[in-house]
Nanobody, 116 residues
Framework: QVQLVESGGGLVQAGGSLRPSCAAS????????MDWYRQAPGKQRELVAR???????NYADSVKGRFTISRDNAKSTVYLQMNSLKPEDTAVYYC??????????WGQGTQVTVSA
């Protein structure tokens, strides 16, 4: 079982930055992908950013140019650098590990709140 421990959420004003991290008990270099999702109240969970095993990244259109996903394989940790935060970014952010095509794990979520 892979455990994902998230930290780094918080409350910031619009225009501010946060950098949540997700530490995995497994070796993330071997995983298919590591992802950040978010879910705002009353909305579906959406994929925000993904980093694939080979290093390619993908972002939701709403965060392109503002968010950057990165990883440190030695620390088995993935990060989400969030800049120029907007109130609409307010959500619970979840780390997700796609170990293989049929096995995946979720973090507990970390709250990000952006005030106007």
């Amino acid at each position: 079982q892979v455990q994902l421990v998230e930290s780094g959420g918080g409350l910031v004003q619009a225009g501010g930055s946060l950098r949540p991290s997700c530490a995995a008990s497994g070796n993330i270099f071997s995983f298919n992908a590591m992802d950040w999702y978010r879910q705002a109240p009353g909305k579906q969970r959406e994929l925000v950013a993904r980093i694939i095993r080979g290093g390619s990244t993908n972002y939701a259109d709403s965060v392109k140019g503002r968010f950057t996903i990165s990883r440190d394989n030695a620390k088995s940790t993935v990060y989400l650098q969030m800049n120029s935060l907007k109130p609409e970014d307010t959500a619970v952010y979840y780390c997700h590990a796609e170990v293989n095509w049929v096995t995946n794990f979720w973090g507990q979520g970390t709250q990000v709140t952006v005030s106007a």
